[in-house]
């Protein structure tokens, strides 16, 4: 039987797989952002309340995920810890580090232990200085998934053929152009060819 607290906690980690509050997530799809409040888990009286099927629904939507990739969440067992490669975002620019595709090479990454969410690619950058706050601040960590499918609204980490590392949130991808929004308020927005992209990966998570 599924319990109350194992549907919200999915909802909680659905959220985190896509880098995102709960509020976040509730905004990305289209509802209101109390929506999954703590607060709101609890009627006034203290009986249970569940997320309704369209919110649901929507999150799924939202995110990509389908029911099965949710129940998958609902059932899962606590995840063990694994070690997962990490470097500092203002190295990820310098040679060696990753391959043609962005995935973490060599022998110079330090290592953290995180739970093993099943993606064996899974790696983390830590971010320094000011320059995406609000959003991330010096000395948070962000898990990337060279793997994980990018879409419009993601939060992305990109890497230009000339070395420059980024994190931004992918606003447009066409043939020929990828379009991507700041995550500071105060830093413009940015327009690359797509020849000049080495490579697009998916943040999953945030130490915030």
Do not use: C
């Not at 990753?98 to 973490?104: L, T």
């Not at 000395?139 to 499918?149: C, E, F, I, K, M």
């Not at 690359?192 to 080495?198: G, N, W």
């Amino acid at each position: 039987m599924l319990t109350h607290s194992q549907i919200w906690k999915a909802v909680d980690q659905l959220a985190e797989r896509h880098g995102l509050s709960a509020s976040a997530l509730a905004k990305r799809a289209g509802l209101d952002a109390t929506t999954f409040n703590r607060s709101k888990r609890i009627t006034p009286d203290g009986r249970a309340r569940w997320p309704s099927t369209e919110s649901i629904a929507k999150i799924l939507a939202a995110t990509g995920e389908g029911m099965e990739d949710f129940m998958q969440i609902v059932v899962a067992r606590p995840a063990t810890n694994r070690a997962i490669p990490l470097l500092g975002l203002a190295q990820a620019g310098h040679g060696g580090y990753f391959d043609d595709a962005g995935f973490p090479v060599g022998a110079a990454w330090d290592e953290i232990a995180f739970p093993n969410v099943g993606d064996e690619n899974v790696y983390a950058l830590e971010i320094a200085g000011e320059s995406m706050m609000p959003l991330y601040r010096d000395g948070d960590l962000v898990v990337v998934s060279p793997t994980a499918a990018v879409r419009r609204g993601d939060r992305v980490i990109v890497k230009t053929r000339d070395g420059e590392v980024m994190a931004k949130e992918l606003k447009r991808r066409t043939a020929k152009t990828v379009e991507l929004r700041s995550l500071n308020p105060d830093h413009p927005d940015r327009l690359l060819q797509v020849t000049d992209v080495a490579w697009v990966a998916r943040i999953m998570w945030a130490s915030q």
